[in-house]
């Protein structure tokens, strides 16, 4: 995993860190409220790193990686459903998202650890939850 931030994911960090300390939504130490932040859910969920004095940026990527893994668990369960007796294709679907995993474009968008990812995320269980209500 190679790091290659931006300089929108220190804004994150710094708000999860005034969050962390009390002052909630406010960008720096002054306490001023403001929102300079696209996601809510993803600086909520960088808090706890903050909390704990983990560095972000590992937190980051480590969430970037649990959504990664989540878009590949919904692209299963989508084909699942779509294709129920074809157990060989959702074995190999599983096993391309396991090596694609560590391809160096994942990696690095996971490195990035920004909430980007976290869009392919919704995206897919969006599509998993049309496809459940049609099929049930």
Known sequence: ????????????FNYARNFSE???????YRNIPSEGFSSILYMIMLVPFEFFKINPMLGGIILNYIAILGIAYIS???LNNLFPDKIEINFSLSLFFGILIFHSDISGVAGWAFETVYSGLVMMFLIYLIIFFYYS
């Not at 995993?1 to 804004?11: E, G, H, L, Q, S």
């Not at 009390?22 to 720096?28: E, L, P, S, V, Y």
Request: no cysteine.
């Open 1 to 12: 995993i190679k790091p290659a931030t931006n300089d929108d994911i220190f804004v994150y």
């Open 22 to 28: 009390g002052r909630f939504f406010a960008i720096d």
């Open 76 to 78: 299963y369960k989508i």
